[in-house]
């Protein structure tokens, strides 16, 4: 690495972890991997379109255009606030705007995956380009209960109840539907390098307490073949080009390479008629940008992780079971893009498979071969500095969780036994298991 | 460029009153930290107004609001100075109707809205010095306080200078040394500061982020990228230039509004007290206009009334031509030939070290192709108001064109003048 570039990335790196109390840029470190001044580039170019402002075509702003005809924000930062996760409106009227819902009806596409909406396809869009109506509104109506633990403490739940309003293309009967949050963006080109064969194997290991744990197998659209899922609250996407090809023509509306329709369905007419600028909307270079850039966001490193009270927490993390799906640790394989990315330890916590996690969080709507009530384990890499980076921030797919305890309290299914020995910890233990989830 | 079709336009305003949130449209170009800051406070003051964005750069944003129906928007919000002023000569505002009352009328020399009170700034942002303070001590250089302090010889090759081809900000720069010291004294003090500095081609932030790095230990910047950066912990400082200039972002209600209700309660908003606190959210760090605001944000925070008071803010904006003039006349004569200009003055000032008098060498390449009357020239300021732009590149124009026939002409007066610089220099066995 030259000066110059060690420069810079040694003051990003600086910048995000020399100042313990201020560390809301700790999501948009480059990993120190980063070697080049031409790579460096390729970094700031991805992270310039990660939070460009696309714009309705046909506009002199050629490189931006290409908004909707159907989108819900105009930004990729809009649902990933520094790199972080969204968040769930509190109010039921107001609108979401780092969150969105998906939508299909019973059965599966031509690849096992969801079967769209035939009219409003696989995500409410509430937002139009001039001449096309937006999709409608979705609300959030909060339903509250009380948990109390073993020792006494209570804590108050709620739970989304999904509505619908403005429907601007008809009644949305028999419909499944799925809120979901914006993900945590950093750390993706690590997990995209951890091999399917250490899936697999993850999932075939015995495991305690009735965990199982199963593998996805989803579509590939750029290779024709159902291959293992990582990436997705259900682990429906294969790789991260995908994803973010997939993100980008759901929420914003713009065609790749992967996805060349405009996001209408055959019943949307003025979205089938809407001007559009050149296609694809995002060229593969472009495309490439993004993807070099959300590989290469590096997880924030573990704070404090020698410190006695951390390492009694992390004990008692083990102890717990939580550690049998969020797996503190993995190495990667061949990254198929970026040897840079190939054969790391890392410690993202999680062990990207798919488990059961009960009838509280199942959202009754099958993805591939994820049921209703499986998701992917979520890593905790970086959970420790949401509070910091992203208040208010909500915890799980739909962001009902407010607090890192909520968010344990709603676990069931296979976790439930692990949730049991929670609840029933004194306090003092429960807070050191606190200070270790915060030390991630 | 094509334009929407008026029956898409009228079935899209349908689409909107027909739904009971009754959307009001604002089109800005502002970041997506500061839309969603100000759509999600506004929601929540008056839940039964929804907005929505619509977004555009500022030299994008002419031709959609020349559109039939001014393209569906009820509201201009931008920091694009002449953009509301060319659309108030054509009556696209209707009088925004809200109470002023506590709204200045000018700060410095920058007016804060127009006489009959169309448009109205809601938020400012400075010009400045983007410093590292570690850097700086290892260099042995103390803090500059203006522009002439730039030309210390210890900040040689450490100032990040945003190139004013590239970034949208820099033509202003320049605009305020032209206007504080004058035209020639200014122009010299650039050729110097050219002949230092590195350019820097990419956007605002990541002038922040070399000095932040260390990679520069100076950088000329706009306040709310570097407050932002040193909110994040980044090991940088900002000062703002005893002779500064400042950039007002205005507010203008469409004359074609369909929800000029909603759009007034939009305006009355951004001007609130409320709404101008919200300028010092640490992911937006803007200038508040309503003075009283100032009392209740944190002493650090920048007042830019008091600043003003001391004579801090007396630019006075240009015309949009003006700037393009002097953004056209740095890059023929000082950015395409910036590693040979650089050359020359490092020559220079060994020479000069060495204690030679090199005023003649330095006149070569310091005295500008064009004097500050003949840019003044309705006809010369005529070629840049009709230049196309894409953004923070100008299109190139054609020799065949009496534009590109004028940079030509800079161009060739770089390239003999730098010449006969390297000539004098040669003589005297430099």
Known sequence: ????????????????????????????????????????????????????AWVIAPSADESAQGLGPLYNRITCIACHPRNGRGQAPGDSEAPMRSMLVRLSVPGTDAHGGVLPHPVYGD???????????????A?????????????????????????????AYGALNDVQTSARVGSAVFGLGLLEAVDAQTLQQLASAPKADGVAGRVNWVWSVERQRLEVGRFGLKANQPDLPQQIASALHGDLGITTALYPQQNCTPAQIECQQAERGPQPELDAQRLSALHFYLAHLAAPPRRK????????????FSELGCGQCHIPRLTTGQHPNYPALSRQPIEPYTDLLLHDMGAGLADHRPDYLASGREWRTAPLWGLGLSEVITPGAGYLHDGRARTVTEAILWHDGEARPARERFSALPAAQRELLMGFLRSL | MRRFKPWLLALWSMSALAASG?????????????????????SEAHPQWRVQILWRQGYDALPWLRQPEQGGVDVYWAPSPGNFERLAAENAWQPLGVDLRGLP????????????ARYQAT??????????????????????????DLLDPRLREHI????????????????????????????????????????VSRGGSLVSDEVASGRSALGLSIDFFVASAISNGQPVRFTYPVHGGLNPAHIAISAASKHPDGARAFVRFVLSEAGQRLLADPEIRKLPVRPDVYRSLPAHYPNSFRSAQRGTFAYHNSSAERLALVTSLFVQWLGQPHERLNALWQRIHAGEAAGHDLSAVRACLSEPPVSASAAEAPALLALFAARPSAGMDSVPTSEQEPLGQQEIAWQFYSAQRQAEAQRLLEAMGL
């Open chain 1, 1 to 52: 690495m030259n000066t110059r570039c060690a420069l810079l990335v040694l003051g990003l790196l600086l910048s995000a972890g020399g100042h313990a109390e201020v560390q809301r840029e700790a999501f948009a470190q480059p990993l120190p991997a980063l070697a080049s001044d031409a790579q460096l580039d390729q970094f700031f170019k991805g992270r310039g379109l990660f939070r460009q």
């Open chain 1, 123 to 137: 995500q409410l869009n509430e937002n139009g380009i001039p001449g096309v109506p937006g999709e409608g509104r």
């Open chain 1, 139 to 167: 609300h959030l109506d909060w339903q509250y209960s009380e948990v109390t633990l073993d020792d006494g403490q209570r804590v108050e739940l709620r739970e989304p109840r999904i509505r619908f309003s403005e429907l």
């Open chain 1, 305 to 316: 992780r020698d410190a006695a009270p951390i390492k009694q927490g992390e004990q008692l």
């Open chain 2, 22 to 42: 009754e959307p009001v449209v604002v089109m800005t170009s502002y970041p997506e930290e500061v839309m969603s800051r100000f759509e999600e406070a506004f």
């Open chain 2, 105 to 116: 009328a000018r700060i410095g020399a920058t007016p804060l809205r127009d006489a009959q």
């Open chain 2, 123 to 148: 938020e400012l942002a400075g010009y400045g010095f983007a410093s590292n303070p570690q850097r700086l001590l290892q260099l042995g250089a103390p803090t500059p306080k203006d522009w002439p």
């Open chain 2, 160 to 199: 990040a200078l945003p190139d004013p081809a590239r970034v949208g900000y820099a033509p202003v720069l320049l605009d305020i040394v032209l206007q504080a010291y004058g035209w020639e004294r200014g122009w010299a003090l650039w050729s110097e500061l050219a002949g230092r500095a590195r350019l």
